[in-house]
Nanobody
């Protein structure tokens, strides 16, 4: 059974920082492109950042320079360091694991940024 478990969300003031973690099942993590998506109420789910197994990264324009995605293959865990948070970053953040053969989602963790 595949599991993606997010943690690290919460309430923070604008300008603050949070670090999200996504722990994944070992048998898929190293083979997956891992990504963070977010979905705000009434809006479409959007890609925040992704990282390949060879640590090539990709970021949405809205988070470039503020967010950093990383992965630790030894711990089967992906991270999202979020700095200089803005109220518009408020959303449920979801972990994603994707390959040619699978596409899995976590349950999500709420991030709320107050102004």
């Amino acid at each position: 059974q595949v599991q993606l478990v997010e943690s690290g969300g919460g309430l923070v003031q604008a300008g603050g920082s949070l670090r999200l973690s996504c722990a994944a099942s070992a048998h898929i993590f190293s083979l997956s492109v891992m990504g963070w998506y977010r979905q705000a109420p009434g809006q479409q789910r959007e890609l925040v950042a992704s990282i390949t197994s060879s640590t090539v990264t990709n970021y949405a324009d809205s988070v470039k320079g503020r967010f950093t995605i990383s992965r630790d293959n030894a711990k089967n865990t992906m991270y999202l360091q979020m700095n200089s948070l803005k109220p518009e970053d408020t959303a449920v953040y979801l972990c994603n694991a994707e390959s040619t053969w699978w596409h899995y989602w976590g349950q999500g963790t709420q991030v709320t940024v107050s102004s």
